[in-house]
Structures are given as C-alpha cells and as structure tokens.
C-alpha cells in the first residue's frame, strides 16, 4: 500500500482526475501495489496523510507513505495545523503510534502564541491559514474525545455521504443537499503564474533563506526535532519525502547569492532527513516551465514527470524494506 499524503502539489491539484499524478504513479508501479491519494490543499509534511498512514500501518505492515516538504519550510506542530482534528480523532481512538517526543512537543505549544503561518505556495497568512489553538482547539479535542466514544462524526459522514447533507457551500449551491458520493472529483484548472505572484515567491524565500542563515546551526536543530516529534520512527523508516520545488521562474529571478542558498538548502534537507531515517529526494528542480500551472502546482506533464520520477524511489525502498525481493 502506497500512501500519499503532504500538500496539493500531491493532491494533484490542477490536474484532471483522470490524468492526476498518482494515476500514473499507480500506473507505472502497477498492480502489486496500491496508491491511495491522501493530499489536501495546504495540509502539512505530517498531516492528514502521515496520520493515515500510523493509523494503517499495523494493519498493512507493507505501506509506504509519500509526503513533501518544500524548500526551506519548518512545520513545528505535531498534530498538524488546518485539519488537527483528524490527528486527535486518530490519538482519543487509541490508533497512533508512541511517540515520547511527539507527547513532550503538543505540551509544550500549549503555552505558544499563534504564529503568522501561511500556506506555502499561496500569498501571506490568512485567517483560514493560522493555527488552530487556545479554547478553539480545547473544543475541538473535547469534540473528538467525545466521539471516541459516542462516534457520531462516523454517522454523520455515512449520511452525508450515501444519503443526503444538510450543509450549504458556495461550491453545492445548486445541489447542496445531495448524497457527496453523487459529486463527481474533476480536478482544478489553474491559470498560469501572474508574475506578481512569482515575484511575491522570491521574496518568501529570500525572507526564509536570510532567517535560515542568520539562524544558523539552531534552524537545522529544530527541523530535525519537530520532525522527530511528527514521525513515530517506525513510520519514518517507511517514508519518502520529496523536497519540492517551485516554478523555475522563481529560481530564475533570484539573485545569484539565492539561487546558491536555494540549492544548498534544498541539498542539505534532503540530507538531515536521511539521517533521520527517511528516504528523501528533490523534485522539481530541473523541471520546465510548462510543467507548472502556477507558481507551485503541476500540470498534468509535470504530474508525470514527478510520477516517472517517484516510481523507482518507491520500488527502491519497498526493496529495502523487505516488501519485494
């Protein structure tokens, strides 16, 4: 089994259903193995996807989780951060795995303000964007421990699902109270990059690069912590994480002192999370322009590109696993 989790460059997002880039992934690895897409519009390196994975992976013992980091970017919250509650559901059912370091990292962001944290990809922080905390999230664990018991959310998604929904979207206007399983998955098509967005990306990153190098070896420390914090290490072992990059108009537009820094950068986190026990590897970096719809997402070349390029890294770590021979 073959998990994919990590943000909407792995969700697919501006690529067809049909056509999306784990169709070819499964394509490519063919029937001994099973690619179930996980991806979510900013979900995180740990998040939705990892977490499915922990709680599958006693059952499937042969799964391999494919999740991404982009360059530079450091998640510090364990349970995630748009969508916790789907960690704390998992964690009040008993379904995670130890994690001492995880433990000690949730009691400590008790006590942290909120940080300014946008979607990587997307412009600046937003109300929809910053951490879920405070009475907030103490209504929401209060919410999912409840339901570790009384499993109203499973009710709820069966109706929703199979029979009707009660709740009005701007996107099911015209059909809001039909089954969810009536709604076909036809993808996203973006509009290409407006250059003001790839130079508002530059800017992110020479942010980021200046805060890396001006923190120096304490930025590399805590990559390896929060992401100890965020994988069991039995699920790390079982991990590939690709180290995303963006539209090659961004790398082009840098200054020659950034484009050094984004390679370096991008080289070393690859490293560090070997070292943690993690396959890793960097894509995007010598894909074209075409291959994007934006300054992030691939299209449906660029989907298969990553997916030609994925295919061995995944048969070579089921390799190493045991799974194949």
Known sequence: MVIVGGDSVLQGYGQSAAHAWTKKLQALLGSRYQVINFGLLCGRTGEFGATAAEVL???????????????????????????????????????????????VRLREMESEPDPEEGCPGLPGPTAQTTRLKGERLGEMRAEMALDSVLHFTDLWNTIGY?????????????????????????????????????????AYLHDIFNAISSSGEAWWD??????????????????????????????AGMSPADQVRY??????????????GFA?????????ATDYTDVCHLVESGGAEMAARVAP?????????????
């Open 280 to 288: 890793a590897v960097e894509t995007g970096k010598d894909f074209s």
């Open 162 to 202: 199979r029979h009707f929904f009660t709740v009005w979207t701007a996107l099911t206007r015209e059909s809001f109270t039909w089954a969810r399983k009536r709604y076909a998955d036809d993808g996203v098509d973006l509009p290409p990059a407006p250059t003001v967005f790839v130079a508002d990306r530059i």
């Open 222 to 251: 805590l990559l390896e912590q929060s992401t100890r914090a965020t994988f069991p290490e039995p699920l790390r072992q079982k991990t590939l994480i690709l180290v995303t990059w963006f539209h090659p108009a961004c790398f």
């Open 313 to 325: 890294k995944v048969r070579e770590l089921a390799r190493r696993l045991g799974y194949t021979h």
């Open 263 to 276: 390679v370096r950068i991008s080289r070393r986190m690859v490293d560090r999370l070997k070292k943690l």
């Open 57 to 103: 992976c006693r059952d499937f013992p042969k799964l391999i989780l494919i999740t991404n980091q982009t360059v530079g970017t450091l998640h510090q919250d364990p349970d995630g951060h748009l969508f916790k509650y789907f960690y704390w559901d998992a964690y009040y059912k008993g379904l995670l795995l130890p994690n001492p370091e995880r433990d």
